[in-house]
């Protein structure tokens, strides 16, 4: 069980297009979902944490405004990185809450250009 | 406030050498979580272990084994007889009970390379 799905695992764009990353729950509900951003060899640094159907919230320093986040179901939550630029290049990775222990998407890797 | 250091940034061992990792923390509650994950190449992380603050036994499991000293704030991870296939990044993670164990804090990560 907990299995978590990303969709895309990979997605080149040009800089100021947006670019949404969909993460689904497969075989369980999820209320929070957290958002991670890994920039290469470095940690996982938390950018948001969104409960089903409420506003996310944002850690400091990370843009509301350009990582807009919808957890509009137990089972799917949605990044969407708004005016890409080459910087937000990195590896984005979804981990939904289960039973108080945090599962894992596989990751997508952002390369803007 | 909360923090995990993972000292080393890189280790590099020959396959079937013993290896541990360090992981130090900090944190002002007394009720917390300790976990290791393991990346790989491809990126996915892969849940290793979780232990509570107040479970202080050592864990084996495998090839892997885990040291929990609270009078140090570590958590080291050792694997014994190391192969290829260990190769990954390792982390070191720390979610306490202020947080409703909702928030994950990540050590740097320590880079393991195994050579044949």
């Known amino acids: 069980g907990a299995v978590v799905s990303q969709h895309p695992s990979w997605v080149i764009c040009k800089s100021g297009t947006s670019v949404k990353i969909e993460c689904r729950s497969l075989d369980f509900q999820a209320t929070t979902m957290f958002w991670y951003r890994q920039f290469p060899k470095q940690s996982l640094m938390l950018m948001a944490t969104s409960n089903e159907g409420s506003k996310a919230t944002y850690e400091q320093g990370v843009e509301k405004d350009k990582f807009l986040i919808n957890h509009a179901s137990l089972t799917l939550s949605t990044l969407t990185v708004t005016s890409a630029h080459p910087e937000d290049s990195s590896f984005y990775i979804c981990?939904?809450?289960?039973?108080?222990?945090?599962?894992f998407g596989p990751g997508t890797r952002l390369t803007v250009t | 406030a909360q923090k995990v250091t993972q000292a080393q940034t890189e280790i590099s061992v020959v396959e079937k050498e013993d290896v541990t990792l360090d992981c130090v923390y900090e944190t002002r509650d007394t009720t917390y979580y300790l976990f290791w994950y393991k990346q790989p190449p491809s990126g996915e992380l892969v849940f290793l272990i979780r232990r509570n603050s107040f479970d202080e036994q050592n864990e084996i499991s495998g090839r892997y084994s885990w040291n929990f000293q609270k009078s140090t704030s570590s958590f080291n991870f050792t694997i014994t007889a190391s192969q290829v296939v260990d190769s990954a990044v390792y982390f070191c993670a720390l979610s306490e009970a202020n947080t409703g164990f909702q928030k994950l804090v990540f050590g740097t990560g320590t880079r393991l390379l195994v050579s044949p």
């Open positions: 981990s939904p809450l289960r039973l108080y222990e945090q599962y």
